[in-house]
């Protein structure tokens, strides 16, 4: 009897588990195949402001100052702005000293902000040009990644909000295989539910759409994208705008340390988004289903896990073997072919223990997530981590 009602927990935990994510990615597969095109009318590249938020960047400042030059937006139409939340290092001698030279760069300085959140809240209540990309000093950006963020913002005027496609720059290949889940997802999302999740690294948005400041936000790039969507404007990715984010885990460990703190910031923002009378319906589904995501998954998983190491000890020991081999056949085949799309191959080994070990990072870091988060910073909140994570 004992045996019977292990297995049925064994069996709904691990078809919920399915459903909550190889089967939600499938069926946001299926629907975007089956959605038709939208035509998009090319319109002129305007004015735009691109923001460079930092703190304590003076050994990355320079490089991304050349990675802005490197960019291939019209440089008639784009000014660079960095704005400084108090570097208490060489960041803004380094880009005082680069304006002398002529650079066209302009510095705002504001000491004592709270981090990110009032730099971005700063330049939004500013008056300038209506689109305005953020770009994390910590990033490097493709050439073509601004213009194509700027041109999929301005192609359909009820988007409001788009991020770049992430790549980290890391050999961990569990950060790997987050971020192409991330950018899959959160690109699906934004095609069926004009709702996608987007990054802090790069993202466009027309100032037009966000005429109010963030108040008790966490992570400005969550609370912004679940800001707009409730309000009836459309969050998108665009695929073909790549940036790198340069600081990021490149152990298990700082992996583990940083999902703890970032997926606290999600749920944080997810739990108290902005009070708006009538959300739409997909907002509303998208909201609900992220939710499950982050607090029963990793409950589901626990029990899941347990139930199967009880039942390897009874007659129904085939059933946790069939099972945890469907996950990894399920795992293996949708990271190979993100990963092919990627360009990098790694062995079928390889990527078997790295999807076997990312989920299970994935739910130690959603079974123990920092109850406190705080405000996240131009560093994405790692201002104590600024010399376990370099640039370089």
Excluded at 94 to 116: A, D, F, W
Excluded at 135 to 159: F, G, Y
Excluded at 203 to 223: C, G, K, Q, S, W
Aim: with cysteine.
């Amino acid at each position: 009897m004992i045996d019977n009602i292990i297995l049925a927990l064994h069996l709904v935990c691990g078809v919920s588990i399915w459903l909550l994510t190889f089967g939600y990615v499938s069926v946001l597969r299926i629907l975007v195949c089956l959605k038709s095109g939208i035509p998009q009318i090319k319109r002129p590249l305007p004015p735009i402001a691109v923001i460079i938020p930092t703190l304590n960047e003076e050994h990355g400042i320079l490089s991304k100052l050349e990675d802005m030059e490197c960019c291939d937006y019209p440089g008639d139409r784009m000014k660079v702005i960095v704005v400084d939340g108090g570097s208490e290092d060489g960041t803004v001698e380094h880009v005082k000293n680069e304006i002398s030279k002529g650079r066209k760069i302009e510095l705002i300085s504001l000491p004592g902000t709270r981090g990110k959140i009032d730099q971005v809240n700063h330049i939004l209540k500013t008056p300038g040009p209506d689109i305005i990309v953020f770009s994390d000093s910590d990033s490097r950006l493709a050439p073509s990644c601004i213009r194509k963020l700027v041109q999929s913002l301005i192609d359909d005027p009820k988007n409001a909000l788009v991020g770049a496609s992430v790549e980290p720059k890391s050999l961990l290949l569990e950060e790997r295989i987050h971020w192409l889940f991330l950018n899959t997802i959160w690109w699906l999302e934004g095609e069926i539910f004009a709702d996608a999740g987007i990054s802090g690294v790069c993202y466009a948005l027309n100032r037009r759409f966000f005429p109010h400041p963030m108040h008790d936000a966490v992570a400005e790039d969550i609370h912004i994208g679940l800001d707009a969507g409730a309000r009836g404007y459309r969050v998108r990715i665009c695929r073909a705008a790549k940036a790198v984010e340069l600081r990021v885990p490149q152990t298990a460990g700082e992996f583990l340390q940083y999902r703890r703190r970032r997926g606290a910031s999600y749920v944080h923002e997810l739990v108290l988004t902005p009070d708006h009378p009538h959300p739409p319906l997909g907002w509303k589904l998208i909201r609900f289903i992220r939710l499950l995501q982050f607090s029963w998954i990793p409950w589901l998983g626990a029990v899941f896990g347990a139930a199967s190491l009880i039942l390897l000890t009874t007659r129904f020991r085939t059933y946790p073997l069939t099972s945890s081999g469907l996950f990894i056949i399920s795992a293996y085949l949708m990271s190979r072919q993100l990963l092919r799309r990627e360009g990098s191959r790694p062995g079928a080994f390889a990527l078997v223990s790295g999807t076997i070990s990312y989920a299970v990072l994935i739910l130690v870091s959603l079974l123990s997530l920092n109850k406190n988060p705080t405000n996240q910073g131009p560093l994405g909140g790692r201002k104590e981590n600024h010399d376990k994570y370099p640039t370089a």
